[in-house]
């Protein structure tokens, strides 16, 4: 459910600023004309949820095929998953059109990096249209889910001072 989460993000990001759109490519797997953005670095062994997508849109396919996107479905799933497990809701608006194509080039270059310096970090989301404030509060995101501890390992066995020791041990457990 987290992941659904997640993947909305993924979207968001890709989309917001590149011309296509909400468009659910992440969702698109290998072809021989696509190369898929699952297999871009940042999202490679971490993004998932797919098969969610997937089953919603086999039972929405039943009653009304060829109309719900899978982006539409995938941004709704979204809102639902915040909601369960007692975040905000929102209204959705619907309309988005799925994507025939991916962009790896894109995955790999516009996605914020685990690595990444604050002023990065903001640029980044600025070159998306997003304020500081955007990313601050976007990145509450990150209070539920999972990371694979590679990525945070170093920082919370370094007794370094850019974090707090209490959360640091606590993590450690
Ligand atoms: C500030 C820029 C961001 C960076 C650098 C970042 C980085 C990361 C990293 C490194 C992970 C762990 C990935 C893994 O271990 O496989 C993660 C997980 C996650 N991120 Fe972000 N993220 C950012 C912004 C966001 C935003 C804006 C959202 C949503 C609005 C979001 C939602 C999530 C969620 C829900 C997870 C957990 C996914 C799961 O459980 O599978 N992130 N993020």
Redesign the pocket.
Do not use: E, K, W
């Given at each position: 459910m987290?992941?659904l989460?997640?993947l909305?993000?993924r979207f968001?990001?890709l989309d917001i600023s590149s011309m296509y759109g909400c468009d659910a490519s992440l969702l698109l797997d290998e072809t021989p004309t696509i190369v898929s953005e699952k297999t871009a670095l940042p999202n490679l062994?971490?993004?998932?949820?797919f098969g969610i997508i997937e089953d919603a849109k086999r039972e929405v396919e039943k009653t009304c095929p060829g109309v719900v996107s899978c982006a539409d479905i995938l941004a709704v799933a979204a809102r639902d998953a915040s909601t369960l497990v007692g975040g905000p809701s929102w209204t959705v608006k619907l309309g988005r059109r799925d994507s025939t194509t991916a962009s790896h080039t894109l995955a790999e270059i516009d996605?914020?990096?685990?690595f990444?310096s604050l002023s990065r970090?903001i640029s980044?989301?600025a070159n998306k249209g997003l304020t500081t404030r955007d990313?601050v509060s976007?990145?509450?995101?990150?209070s539920?889910?999972?990371?694979?501890c590679f990525?945070f390992r170093d920082r919370i066995y370094s007794n370094g001072t850019d974090i707090d020791v209490g959360f640091a041990s606590t993590r450690r457990r």
């Open positions: 987290i992941a989460f997640r909305d993000r968001m990001f062994g971490s993004v998932r949820g996605l914020p990096g685990p990444d970090l980044g989301f990313m976007l990145s509450g995101a990150h539920i889910g999972q990371a694979q990525l």
